[in-house]
Structures are given as structure tokens and as C-alpha cells.
């Protein structure tokens, strides 16, 4: 990990929350949606799928946190196991 990224990993330990970067570009924009809902910007009836759940379950602060991770590098599906 570099710089902010680092820096936000530390402070996360420190103060007890956990940083829940997306594990792929489609999770990073479900993210993005339930988040847009959740702020009024965007109706809740347009959500499908995991951006309705996450919407639903997550706050605005976790939605936040997962919609910022950077999509270099991340597939846009995880792949299952």
C-alpha cells in the first residue's frame, strides 16, 4: 500500500472501523448507485439487484468507502471460488 491509502488502513486500525475497498469494478459501481439512492440523488425504485441490497444494508459512510476504491487493476466480475 502507498500514501493515502496507507494512511487511511492506520487510521481505520486505530479508531476501529474497517476500510471495505470493492473487490471488482461491478461491486465499485453497485456501490456507487446505492449510494446515489441513498443520498436522494437517485430514486430507490431504479436500483436492481446488489445495488438495492447494499442501499438497504450499508451506510452511507461504508457505500462511500466501497464506491472510491480505485478500479485499476480490479476485474469488472469476480470471479466465484
Not at 425504485?45 to 452511507?60: N, P, Q, V, W, Y
Amino acid at each position: 500500500m502507498q500514501g493515502a491509502a496507507l494512511d487511511r488502513q492506520v487510521y481505520a486500525s486505530q479508531h476501529g472501523n474497517s476500510i471495505m475497498p470493492a473487490k471488482s469494478g461491478a461491486q465499485q459501481k453497485a456501490a456507487g448507485a446505492a449510494l446515489s439512492a441513498k443520498r436522494g440523488d437517485t430514486p430507490k425504485s431504479k436500483l436492481k439487484g446488489a445495488s438495492r441490497s447494499m442501499e438497504k444494508s450499508m451506510t452511507e459512510k461504508e457505500l462511500e468507502e466501497m464506491a472510491s476504491t480505485k478500479r485499476k487493476g480490479k476485474p469488472e466480475h469476480k470471479r466465484k471460488d
